[in-house]
Structure formats: C-alpha cells, structure tokens
C-alpha cells in the first residue's frame, strides 16, 4: 500500500512538494512514478524514477518544473512554477521494475491527492 500526502491549492507560479511512502512493504525494488488525473480523463503519466535513481523520465509538459526524487522508501514530486493546467488528481504509482508511462503496468497504487491551480 503506498500512502501519499502533499496537495493543496496553491497560486499560478507556486511550489508543492508531493510524498509517497510505501506502508507495510517496500519498494526499494521497483521503480515509482507519478500519474494524474482530470475528470473524464484516463491518468496521464507524469514522471518516474528508478529504483536506484539512476534514470527518470518525464512527460513533456511537465520537464524542467517537476522533478521526482526518492530517499528510501518514500518518493517525492517537487513541483514548481504550476500552471492552472496542472490541477488534477496526483498518485504515485510502484511495482514495475523500470519506469514507464503505462498505467496499467503498475501494481501498487497510492490513495490520490488534489493539486489545485486556480486560473
């Protein structure tokens, strides 16, 4: 089970920093990312990390302002200058064992957290 905390509404240009740490396993094994979802959407791939933080992987239209890191077993996203666009529902994501931007390929999924832009 992965837990997740973080989110919030925070203004155009803003930071927010998301957290996800593994409860009652590890997954010091698996690569982690993180998804996001809008209403009516399917979850988008946002960024991921390997298990030993050697490689990471990012969507387009969040490279240069999220950066996801790891230091055991909890998995950050560190969000900076957001855009309205960027509101949805964020959840990380384990259990494969290289990152990738399909969702369907992961186990394990945290509970989701809101991130809200205002426009």
């Known amino acids: 089970q992965l837990v997740q905390s973080g989110g919030g509404s925070v203004q155009t240009g803003g930071s927010l920093t998301l957290s996800c740490s593994a409860s009652g396993r590890t997954f010091s094994n698996y690569a982690v990312s993180w998804f996001r979802q809008t209403p009516g959407m399917e979850r988008a791939f946002v960024g991921g990390?390997?298990?030993?933080?050697?490689y990471a992987d990012y969507a387009d239209s969040v490279r240069g302002r999220l950066t996801v890191a790891r230091d055991k077993d909890t998995v950050y996203l560190q969000m900076n200058n957001l855009k309205p666009e960027d509101t949805a529902v964020y959840y990380c994501a384990t259990g494969t064992a290289l990152v990738s931007r399909t969702s369907r390929e992961y186990m394990y999924w945290g509970q989701g957290t809101q991130v809200t832009v205002p426009s």
């Open positions: 990390i390997s298990h030993n933080s050697g």
